[in-house]
């Protein structure tokens, strides 16, 4: 049964035409989005390679497998032996072999998964042979020591290393790929079902996160980011959609989600997407990100160099949808609510002033003494919303809250934050199973001191020096019921990438969506 709003004359439902998505304010030259994704590469699976493809071949070792359904003659497999010998190819993961001239194939790469390879191991293998081919337009088959499940893994990472963003070049665009890339098995059949079951929802997830991050500011702000959600989520068995926009967010009392995006002329709004798959618990795990559209840095105006990537500041609200998309079209038996707290900090007459009060929807206060620091604002609204309309078993955030985190952990880890040791452990473990990693940072009771405020509840930040992620995670924490199970998570060294790696292009990282895709089945 779907929750009613807590104001019900006050929900706002938008269903925008795609066309709709890109308008914003006169005059602004706001470029069309296309929707859709830019072009890839169609995964099929199959008992035999097609003519004329590309041939990969997944190694544990340096022995050669047998490949069902690949044409290679005693000739061609004493040629590929003596060129693993001479270049001591020995699997690892990671590594890879590129050999021409070898048979009807124009080109054969081997691709190192290591002994015993994990699922995220085979992954990754597939990433890499992804991001090797990009430039090739034949045809690929790929093939290996494995069954229908592990070819499935493959076929995973294969899709997501192969993501671009490109849609917006006109001149000196570099064609896609054309050709198909087909998993030869077997047992094509069973291996098409495990991707298409469990592994290509969690792509078109991750997809959605990173087209939603990598878009200009101008196609991509509050209204419109709930249109592309919506329009993603259409006619999925399950799911219930909210909507809050500033009028209902005014009605309830909610004035930090609505005071970070007064200076915008594009309204902030507050989406909740819930999904709950047969079998599921009663109370949902509540996924809350921060959308903040564009971070101009309000009133503490940010410098000009960089301030670009702030397109990407709504990076947490983008995986969570990405997350609640998985979960949905691939029917988990899970019940989650994703929420993305959508706002685009501007500066102008009507922005926020350093030194002025807020209230949030529970009548806390708090003294804004840093328009720079407004992640925390929406989310401080976002979670007690979700906590009192729907309450959940657990509240996990994830923001790009603080430089501080990426001088602590660079772009290895996302900062983790929490007050739940239970939560925490499978936090980090379903990191490790999902190629998300955490670190965990500590949430001390000294900084309750730092954030003190002598006009209000809490300032939302602290002066001079100090540990600016956990003094950010404890000001989120101040917002969330010391009884409920919560964590904060800090991406913003992860959210994007400077250069390629088998799974993670460069640009938007989409960082977030497997990770939380996987701690929601960890509950299964």
């Known amino acids: 049964m779907r929750m009613k709003c807590l104001l019900l004359s006050a929900c706002l439902s938008l269903t925008l035409a795609p066309a709709a998505m890109a308008q914003t304010t006169a005059g602004s030259g706001v470029v069309p989005a296309t929707v859709g994704n830019s072009a890839e590469r169609a995964i099929g699976f199959a008992p035999n390679a097609p003519a004329g493809a590309a041939l990969v071949i997944v190694m544990t070792d340096a022995a050669l497998p047998p490949l069902d359904g690949i044409a290679l003659g005693a000739a061609e497999r004493t040629a590929i032996t003596a060129a693993i010998a001479a270049a001591s190819f020995d699997g690892k993961a990671g590594t890879t072999l590129s050999l021409r001239g070898i048979g009807a194939y124009p080109r054969i790469l081997l691709v190192g998964a290591g002994a015993t390879p994990s699922s995220l191991a085979l992954a990754e293998a597939g990433g890499k042979a992804a991001q090797e081919l990009k430039s090739e337009a034949q045809p690929v088959a790929i093939a290996g020591a494995f069954g229908d499940v592990s070819a499935a893994d493959v076929a995973y990472g294969f899709a997501l290393g192969q993501y671009r963003f490109d849609r917006y070049k006109t001149v000196d665009k570099k064609a896609p790929p054309t050709g198909a890339v087909t998993f030869v098995g077997a047992n094509p059949s069973g291996a098409e079902t495990a991707f298409a079951n469990r592994w290509k929802p969690l792509v078109e997830g991750v997809r959605l996160s990173r087209d939603l991050a990598n878009e200009p500011a101008n196609v991509i702000y509050p209204e419109s980011f709930v249109a592309r959600v919506r329009e993603t989520l259409a006619g999925t068995p399950g799911v219930s959609i909210e909507v809050l926009d500033e ?107 350093p030194g002025d009060v807020t209230r949030t929807m529970s009548g806390k206060t708090i003294e804004m003494v840093n328009a720079d620091a407004e992640g925390r604002l929406v989310l401080a609204d976002a979670n007690e919303y979700v906590a009192k ?26 900062g983790l934050f929490a007050r739940d040791e239970a939560l925490a452990a ?99």
Request: a positive charge; glycine letters at 14%.
């Open 247 to 353: 009028a209902a967010m005014r009605k309830l009392g909610m004035g930090t989600l609505v005071g970070v995006g007064q200076g915008s002329p594009r309204g902030s709004r507050l989406l909740l997407i819930r999904y709950r798959g047969a079998g599921s618990p009663d109370a949902p795990t509540a996924f809350v990100g921060k959308g903040i559209t564009f971070d101009s840095g309000g009133l503490s105006l940010k410098p000009g160099a960089g301030m670009g990537n702030m397109k990407g500041d709504m990076s947490g609200a983008a995986s969570v949808m990405g997350a609640v998309v998985s979960l949905a079209k691939s029917r988990a038996p899970v019940h989650v609510v994703g929420v993305a707290a959508l706002a685009e900090n501007m500066p102008d007459g009507n922005a926020q002033r």
């Open 389 to 414: 309309a729907y309450r959940p078993i657990a509240i996990v955030n994830i923001a790009t809250l603080t430089g501080a985190v990426v001088g602590a952990l660079d772009n290895s880890y996302a």
């Open 426 to 524: 499978r936090l980090i473990a379903a990191g490790t199973a999902s190629g998300e990693e955490l670190w965990r940072l500590p949430l001390h009771k000294d900084y309750a001191e730092r954030m003190k405020s002598d006009i209000a509840d809490i300032r939302n930040s602290a002066t001079g020096q100090g540990p600016g992620a956990s003094l950010g995670a404890h000001f989120i924490g101040f917002f969330v019921d010391e009884a409920t199970p919560w964590a904060h998570l800090d991406i913003a060294g992860v959210n994007r990438s400077e250069k390629a790696t088998s799974l993670v292009p460069k640009g938007m990282t989409g960082f977030g969506v497997r990770l939380l895709d996987q701690l929601a089945r960890s509950g299964e």
